[in-house]
């Protein structure tokens, strides 16, 4: 079969697209889901494992309540009902990094049903409407060493590190979204971001997807413009950023199409995108696929949340992301745009804290934003990261604002407290970088710089007091930058006038 | 080291009895373990009950319990009594098979929660014995290492499939056993062999640490030649277990005073409901007319009692072959050849799925792969309803006929199995004829309940023979376990301890 190349704007005015999306969060819990083991991301391979996680035969699951409680907070701050009664079910399927081969799961009595968020596309606000939240564990990782794409085809053998089999994964699953046209790609990051957000507001857990703490698989259909008949689905995995979220999307809506439009039929299917080409390829297909053959876990107990305890949580939530945008937002005066990257940055509990420790919202988005965020990304860090504290930054502020630094001093002040020399105010001292803004030490060297510029001091003299700036520059670098401009500026024109 | 001439005698001695003579210094914990190890080899041979002895580990807990005792430290009741564990319980640094060879050689890195409290408890692990593989079946023929033989017939089996369990107690190779009951696994052979065999409240029991067949059925318990020494073993590994979610909060029932208690014989005041759809066609006379007279003695000790009808007990059988098989087909499915046990035509050249193929097709029995099946198909899309879904349905049945049978009755009494120790290969040709040798006993793990079976006397063999142990079940409400232990004890108060009467093998004298 031909399949006609289409743009995305083509696909568009034939087709309406029909999106889902099914979120995995890794819960940021101390210990396993089922038993007593640690969760840290990067330790060395089966070394944190028990009997249990590894489901050696006898060994028995006992559900952590600390990720239930997270469970149920997320529900809650997407809306959602808290089931008073629901169980696990088993997931039946083999695969050598799920040792039990079945993953303990929900299944048709998941513990948070029927939710929503909204999320903002071009200033408008989108419903997105949320099917359920359920609790699972997670896998281990597979690596296949041998073959040149690193699947399991080709592969000569597979190591298996089961660290994080059975960590708490917590599903998150919208209803279908429609209507939303050629914005599906940007609906689809927008809730992903959002959902991101919430979560990271709950602190529950640290939702990196480049760490694979928060997965997404994306569902993508097409129908016919004004037919009402949805169309078959495809589930796309491997989308591991916001980015591959919306180019995913884009690009599974623009393939279906072509297919479509030569007459073919959209296969049911799983399907990977690939972070390089943008596109999809045929992963396991659905008809081939595995009868899960769920039933309810027969070892663990119904969990029946207390609708008191369920009160208790709600009354905890903290303020809703979009909400808090919205404030601080204009409390701060900052564009659309500029919270954009302030989000992306991570910097917004950064700048909260330095404004907080008393500097102005201004100068604090201008320290993380700019000087601080460049050594961020020079050392390939994340600005929070940095072994600097917002009230240390703020400290920094406040020497510029007593007039004691400038700029370009702060600067230095600023590598000095994160090369561990110390408070601000100890850099500054230690390091002599004190403003010299006193006429007798400065007469010296704008009498040098005269001398040593007489052209310049002819035009100053014969009025053009914009030339003052060569002049002012000379002082600066002889005194390297820590001359007071304005006090230099001053003295030359008193001293030429 | 062997004992000269106290060999024989130590071991037929009760566990109560043998607690007594240790923590009195009459005789030590050392020469305890030794004439059991001994009779071991003296007579499993024949018998075939144990899969694993563990000389080494027995004579080391035994010499910790002599040290204890020459410390003057205080002993736990069944300090010192040597004790045989079916090989479904895993145990730390010893081979645990549950009787299949697709775990042969696989040493366990931790102990169950039983196996670390009877190791507290100064209980001497004599070693690991046969069973049914994966605990199905009825009479050890399904063990990939051979079945195990009734000490009353050496043609016979010991039931199952805690068959090794029984055997071993009923040949004197160890005075208690610990085994596991499914749809019958511990009554079953206990009243085969003419033992006292419980089935704890579902929960009353952790599971941490059996290898699972059917989780929301499988219960440890203990086996004896008394209802003394069963209780006293129920009390050791009773209680509420943290890393078992389905083991309950509360305290252990008194089932070792109901046993002191019910040994005096005074029933007055107990309602008796005999069950009348457990029995009829397919029983044998000869063990309807032992449980009959048993039931007459039971009035005799002051005891009402009266017949009661349980209408759903004919539907256990279908549930249980479709709630165990699916349980079942989820919990095997870990034996797959990547982490632990056997692994076939791992040659470099195969592909994953097919050496889990080959390895599960050399690895798991005929009736296994059986019950595998059924549990798949049993849990399919489209199927679920029509058949586990049902299956749930009769059990919630079942126990509403309980719940009504308790309102007027204490405890519930049946013959164990419809018939007495049949012979070895007469069944294993035809699963419904092995699956109806457990007829009486589905239906009390189908509703959680506890369930004892106590010796009621012998009776003659179908084919010949020597008279044969036939077993009466007394069932009780959730976590009254008490109850039946107080029961089985004036049984055997008016009847006499059965297993004594056993032969004494060759070999044993």
């Known amino acids: ?497 | 080291m062997a004992v000269p001439d106290s060999g024989d005698d130590l071991t037929r001695l009760t566990a109560t009895e043998t607690a007594a003579k240790i923590a009195s210094g009459d005789v030590s914990a050392v020469e305890v373990a030794n004439a059991h190890l001994d009779r071991i080899r003296a007579v499993d041979g024949d018998v075939h009950a144990f899969l694993t002895v563990d000389e080494d580990g027995a004579i080391a807990c035994a010499e910790s319990v002599d040290d204890k005792r020459a410390n003057g430290e205080p002993l736990s009741p069944l300090a010192g009594v040597p004790l045989a564990l079916k090989d479904v319980v895993v145990t730390r640094g010893l081979q645990t098979t549950s009787g299949s060879k697709i775990l042969e050689g696989w040493i366990p890195p931790y102990d169950a929660t039983i196996t670390r409290k009877m190791r507290e408890a100064g209980v001497v692990i004599l070693g690991k014995v046969n069973m049914d593989e994966f605990a199905m079946g009825s009479s050890t023929e399904n063990s990939a290492f051979g079945a195990s033989r009734n000490p009353w017939d050496l043609t016979r089996t010991p039931g199952g499939s805690s068959g090794g369990s029984s055997a071993a107690v009923a040949a004197f190779e160890a005075p208690i056993a610990i085994g596991t009951d499914t749809g019958g696994s511990i009554r079953q052979p206990a009243a085969v062999t003419g033992l006292v065999g419980h089935k704890p409240t579902y929960g009353g029991v952790s599971r941490y640490g059996l290898i699972a067949f059917s989780s929301s059925l499988d219960q440890a318990g203990p086996f004896g030649r008394t209802v003394l020494d069963t209780a006293l073993l129920h009390e050791v590994i009773a209680g509420h277990d943290p890393m078992d979610s389905t083991s309950l909060d509360v305290p252990v029932p008194p089932v070792v005073a109901a046993a002191r208690e019910g040994a005096h014989g005074d029933l007055a005041g107990l309602t008796v409901g005999v069950v009348k759809e457990l029995g009829g066609e397919g029983y044998e006379p000869g063990v309807e007319a032992a449980c009959r007279a048993a039931y007459a003695k039971l009035e005799e000790m002051g005891a009402k009692v009266v017949e009661v009808s349980c209408p759903h007990f004919g539907y256990a059988l279908a549930a249980y072959y479709l709630i165990a098989p699916s349980e079942a087909s989820s919990n095997l499915a870990r034996f797959d050849a990547v982490r632990y046990g056997l692994r076939v035509g791992d040659d470099g050249v195969r592909g994953l799925e097919e050496v889990m193929s080959l390895t599960r097709e050399a690895g798991f029995g005929a009736e296994v792969k059986r019950r595998i099946m059924i549990g798949t198909y049993a849990l399919s899309s489209g199927y679920y309803d029509a058949y586990y879904g049902q299956a749930q349905k009769v059990r919630t049945l079942i126990s509403r006929d309980f719940a009504a049978a308790f309102e007027t009755c204490d405890v519930l009494v049946s013959p164990t199995t419809p018939t007495v120790a049949f012979k070895l290969g007469e069944r294993v040709d035809d699963p419904m004829a092995m699956y109806a040798s457990d007829l009486c006993t589905l239906p009390a793990p189908l509703a959680g309940l506890p369930a004892i079976s106590v010796p009621a006397g012998l009776a003659a063999a179908p084919g010949g023979g020597p008279e044969l142990p036939v077993g009466l079940q007394i069932m009780a409400p959730a976590l009254a376990d008490d109850r039946c232990y107080r029961v089985a004890a004036a049984v055997e108060a008016a009847l006499g301890v059965l297993a004594d009467k056993a032969p004494l093998l060759e070999g044993a004298k």
């Open chain 1, 1 to 497: 079969m031909t399949v006609t190349a289409v743009s995305f704007d083509e696909v568009t005015e034939r087709y309406e697209p029909v999106i889902g999306l099914e979120t995995h969060v890794e819960l940021g819990t101390k210990t396993k889901m089922w038993c007593g083991c640690a969760t840290g991301f990067g330790a060395e391979p089966n070394t944190q494992v028990c009997p249990v996680c590894l489901g050696l035969p006898g060994s028995l699951p006992v559900v952590n309540a600390s990720a239930v409680e997270a469970t149920i907070r997320i529900g809650l701050a997407l809306n959602c009902s808290i089931a008073t009664w629901c169980r696990f079910a088993r997931k039946n399927y083999f695969y050598p990094d799920m040792p039990k081969n079945y993953q303990i799961s929900q299944y048709d009595e998941p513990i948070c049903t029927d939710g929503y968020l909204d999320v903002e596309v071009d200033g408008e606000t989108v419903r997105i409407e949320i099917e359920r939240v359920h609790m699972e564990e997670d896998t281990g990782k597979t690596l296949h060493v041998g073959g040149s794409t690193g699947r399991i085809h080709g592969a000569t053998h597979s190591l298996v590190d089961y660290n994080r089999a059975g960590i708490p994964l917590v599903e998150i699953v919208t209803k279908p979204i429609t209507g939303t046209g050629a914005r599906a790609p940007q609906v689809a990051r927008a809730y992903v971001t959002a959902l991101r957000d919430v979560i990271r507001g709950l602190d529950v857990s640290d939702v990196r997807m480049e760490q694979g703490s928060m997965r997404c698989d994306v569902n993508t259909s097409l129908s016919p413009s004004g037919s009402g008949v949805w169309g078959t689905r495809t589930e796309t995995k491997n989308v591991n950023s916001l980015r591959s979220v919306e180019r995913a999307v884009r690009s599974e809506m623009i393939r279906q199409a072509g297919v479509l439009d030569a007459g073919g039929k959209i296969t049911q299917e799983t399907r990977h995108f690939h972070e390089d080409t943008g596109e999809t390829t045929s992963g396991r297909s659905k008809e081939e696929a595995t009868d899960y053959r769920y039933f309810p876990e027969p070892d663990l107990v119904p969990i029946a949340p207390d609708p008191a305890w369920v009160e208790e949580l709600r009354q905890t939530l903290p303020e809703p992301p979009a909400l808090r945008r919205k404030r601080i937002q204009q409390a701060w005066g900052v564009s659309d745009h500029d919270w954009a990257s302030v989000v992306n940055a991570g910097a917004v509990e950064l700048i909260e804290a330095t404004i907080a420790a008393g500097a102005s919202p201004e100068s604090a988005r201008k320290w993380w934003m700019g000087e601080l965020a460049r050594r961020a990304n020079e050392t390939g860090t994340e600005l929070e990261a940095l072994p600097i504290t917002p009230s240390q930054v703020a400290g920094v502020q406040a020497l510029v604002d007593a007039g004691r630094i400038n700029d370009k001093l702060a600067r230095q002040v600023l590598d000095g407290v994160l090369a561990g020399e110390g408070s601000p105010e100890e850099v500054v001292v230690a390091r002599g970088l004190e403003v010299v803004s006193d006429t007798g030490a400065l007469g010296a060297a704008v009498d040098e710089a005269i001398a040593a510029n007489p052209d310049v001091a002819e035009k100053i003299r014969s009025g053009k007091v914009a030339a003052a700036g060569a002049l002012v520059g000379a002082v600066m670098k002889a005194t390297k930058g820590q001359a007071d401009a304005k006090t230099v500026r001053e003295l030359i024109i008193q001293k030429l006038s």
